[in-house]
């Protein structure tokens, strides 16, 4: 009985298999794409992409190697598997495509740089570098000029290496346009301008803690307090610097942003534990917490420090509030100083399409970007598959080109399988990303052969929807300003001033 049971159970068996077998197979078909995704993943027969939803077919040409036979292959789709947002269609068909600013420079406007990339890639002797364009920073510190009183003081907010771009090269920009004043985010950074020759006041953001008070009056740093436990801690003759001077702080009030600050109702008791341990205030100020878009909510942040301050502005301390946001929201751009960090380098404190147009229309240059050339290519038939996992197939003759940059560099991997692209400079066409980001790789599918050291930007620096910073950030669900902050040292970075090459940081040897 048990030996008939397993008779007809294997021929059952065999007979779904012969069905099986002459079935059409099932594939990951090119779908027509929606605004919300790229593309959707669905089972089909496989009867081939539709023309009306593939990309855009380059010039046939004699392929360089056999593609597999059609029996043999299982071709997939050009999709993003993670949580990020999708790019439409548009965005990966090679179109030309403009910024959302007026001023930033797209396709041939860009090709006037052209010469002086060509230079940069014959001195570098590499296929990719960054690109800092410091006459960008420059542009940007009138632009904040403009947004502001012809009263107020600009501090330049340059932590985290000015955002990506350089701490000393974006310092030296500031000083020579006036900027009076620096703040950043760690006792370590303000230590560094400061054995580099940078004399201004340096304003240090966060809390002080007991054990960077030594640094902070050795190098006449300007810390920032939300409580006095630092200082009382310590003897009074530790809080002086080697001038005799006493210690100067700048007092953070919470308004909103929740995180650092003093509540605003304890301002009047810091104030007078400062007085008794014989500490300056040199200023207050605040941070706003929401987007470009929510003025309202930042407006009643301003109220409320304005309001906590008031009792002190006699005393000749000064006041600042107004960061990137607030620039471009006119909210305390009439006090004493602005603040402004990201703005500096033209980079937007949000992603959202609405508040970057806000940005934009101010006329800010984005300053970071990330130049290279094609290290190989290939015209490839259909059917072949593409990097570690062959996550994207060809279609059809392809134009598959290299790029020697990954994530390791800082290139999210992410950006995988059509999530993100590269910009042609002399067109101003994006190029979809194919296949995964390696760690020292990408594969580009070009709409034709390029050009003879045709040059490309992974990073561009305008507002465009997939290869900007706000762009990656919109699409990858992160910070604008993690796009240049995240790029290591090992590909030279090199700075251009008055369309001339003024600095050039070796690979690896670059610092801050």
């Not at 953070?252 to 929740?258: A, R, V």
């Not at 038939?381 to 598959?400: C, H, L, N, Q, V």
């Not at 910070?479 to 690896?508: D, F, H, Q």
């Amino acid at each position: 009985m048990k030996r008939t049971f397993l008779t007809n159970y294997f021929k059952h068996f065999i007979k779904l298999l012969h069905e099986a077998r002459s079935a059409p197979p099932l594939v990951w078909p090119r779908l027509a794409p929606s605004s919300s995704s790229l593309f959707e993943l669905s089972h089909t027969h496989r009867q081939g992409p539709s023309p009306s939803t593939s990309l855009p077919s380059p010039p046939p040409r004699t392929p360089s190697a056999s593609p597999p036979s059609p029996t043999s292959s299982n071709p997939r789709i050009l999709f993003s598997s993670s949580p990020v947002s999708r790019i439409s269609h548009r965005t990966m068909t090679g179109e030309a495509t403009t910024s959302l600013s007026p001023t930033a420079r797209v396709g041939p406007a860009k090709a006037s740089l052209l010469p002086l990339l060509d230079d940069a890639f014959a001195q570098l002797k590499v296929p990719s570098f960054i690109h800092v364009n410091l006459d960008a920073v420059a542009h940007n510190v009138d632009v904040l000029k403009g947004l502001s009183s012809s009263h107020t003081e600009i501090m330049g907010v340059v932590k985290g290496s000015a955002y990506g771009s350089g701490l000393l090269p974006v310092v030296e920009v500031l000083l020579e346009k006036g900027v009076k004043e620096l703040s950043v985010a760690t006792v370590p950074e303000g230590v560094y301008l400061r054995r580099h020759g940078i004399q201004v006041p340096i304003t240090v953001l966060g809390n002080l803690m007991p054990c960077e008070v030594s640094d902070v009056t050795q190098h006449h740093l300007i810390p920032s307090l939300s409580w006095s436990h630092a200082l009382t801690s310590l003897p009074r003759e530790a809080l002086v610097y080697p001038d005799g001077s006493r210690l100067k702080v700048a007092i953070n009030i919470d308004t909103g942003m929740s995180r650092y600050g003093v509540q605003p109702e304890d301002l009047p008791a810091l104030v007078q534990e400062l007085d008794d341990l014989e500490v300056s205030i040199c200023s207050l100020y605040t941070h706003f917490q929401s987007a470009i878009t929510e003025r309202e909510k930042n407006r009643k942040q301003l109220d409320l420090f304005l309001e906590a301050s008031e009792p002190f502005t006699s005393r000749g301390i000064t006041r600042h509030v107004a960061a990137t946001t607030g620039c471009v929201q006119d909210l305390g751009t009439d006090l004493d100083f602005i603040r402004p960090g990201g703005a500096i380098t033209g980079l937007c404190s949000g992603s959202d399409r609405e508040g970057t147009e806000q940005f934009a229309t101010k006329g800010f240059q984005p300053a970071f970007s990330v130049v290279t050339r094609p290290t190989f290519y290939k015209l490839l038939k259909a059917g072949r598959d593409i990097g570690y996992d062959g996550t994207y197939t060809t279609s059809e003759d392809e134009w598959i080109a290299n790029f020697t940059t990954g994530w390791s560099d800082g290139l999210s991997r992410r950006l995988s399988n059509g999530v993100g692209a590269v910009k042609r400079v002399n067109t101003g066409e994006r190029c979809p990303i194919v296949g995964r980001v390696s760690m020292d790789s990408i594969t580009v599918r070009l709409p034709e052969e390029p050009s003879p050291g045709e040059v490309f930007q992974v990073l561009t620096d305008d507002f465009d929807d997939v290869t900007s910073a706000v762009g990656m950030a919109r699409n990858l669900g992160g910070a604008t300003y993690e796009m240049p902050g995240n790029w290591s040292t090992r590909l030279p970075r090199l700075y251009t001033r008055n369309g001339k090459i003024v600095r050039i940081c070796p690979s690896l040897e670059y610092t801050c």
